[in-house]
């Protein structure tokens, strides 16, 4: 049971985990390590996301033997200086995680997202003229902390988005997903990169005693 401090930022995952565990940092004597979880889509493609885990989970499973797992956590990030730049990092920090249930038909990638707006909506189209609005939600954490994830929304959902200002709080929800592009460096060479977002089938705005005043299903 996650505790009144989370309910803000809920990430339910299931899927394989991945052949590498590395150590990731220590605080306070308890090490955590990052593996990569891949989820199947609908679709015949997959997603493939970072997830960091406390060694005092780990000794719950066999992550050698029970490769399939349902993982319940947060999703978070932070800044890491990459060639001089901060480079926003994202990572689901898993606080459950256990063997999953083969007979489980419930949604294997789901997110939900309570915060605030902090940078204007930037509206754009696809090659194809389909409408997506892109967003950077800041959710709040204890102890002054604040995760910021970008979303990115899609049709009619877009549409709505993109009227939303800085300082808007807004519930979303919606899958995290990877996403592979190609960067060109300086000296001409193409890099394979993977980008983090959540991909949004439901938002609403919150008005400022807490109640929706407005709100965007999911496209039929």
């Known amino acids: 049971m996650l505790t009144a401090n989370s309910e803000n930022n809920i990430a339910k995952l299931r899927g394989e985990l991945g052949e590498k565990l590395e150590f990731s940092h220590e605080i306070f004597g308890e090490k955590f390590y990052n593996i990569d979880i891949k989820i199947n889509r609908l679709s015949d493609s997959f997603d493939i996301l970072p997830l960091?885990?406390?060694?005092?989970?780990?000794q719950d499973i066999d992550i050698e033997k029970d490769k399939n797992v349902s993982i319940q956590g947060q999703l978070r990030s932070y800044n890491k200086s990459v060639d001089n730049r901060n480079k926003l990092i994202l990572t689901v920090f898993t606080r459950q995680i256990e063997k999953a249930d083969e007979n489980e038909h419930k949604d294997p990638n789901s997110i939900f997202l309570d915060g605030f707006i902090c940078k204007p909506p930037v509206n754009r189209e696809t090659p194809l003229g389909r409408e997506i609005t892109d967003l950077l939600v800041a959710i709040n954490r204890p102890y002054n902390k604040s995760d910021y994830v970008p979303v990115i929304i899609w049709g009619r959902n877009a549409k709505f988005a993109k009227n939303l200002e800085v300082g808007d709080r807004?519930?979303?929800?919606?899958?995290?997903?990877?996403?592979?592009?190609?960067?060109?460096?300086?000296?001409g060479e193409i890099q394979q990169k993977v980008a983090y977002e959540v991909s949004?089938?439901?938002?609403?705005?919150?008005?400022e005693n807490n109640s929706s005043n407005k709100e965007a299903n999911k496209e039929d």
């Open 170 to 187: 807004v519930q979303l929800w919606g899958r995290i997903q990877s996403r592979n592009y190609e960067k060109k460096l300086p000296t």
């Open 200 to 207: 949004i089938s439901k938002i609403k705005k919150l008005n």
């Open 52 to 58: 960091t885990i406390s060694e005092r989970l780990l």
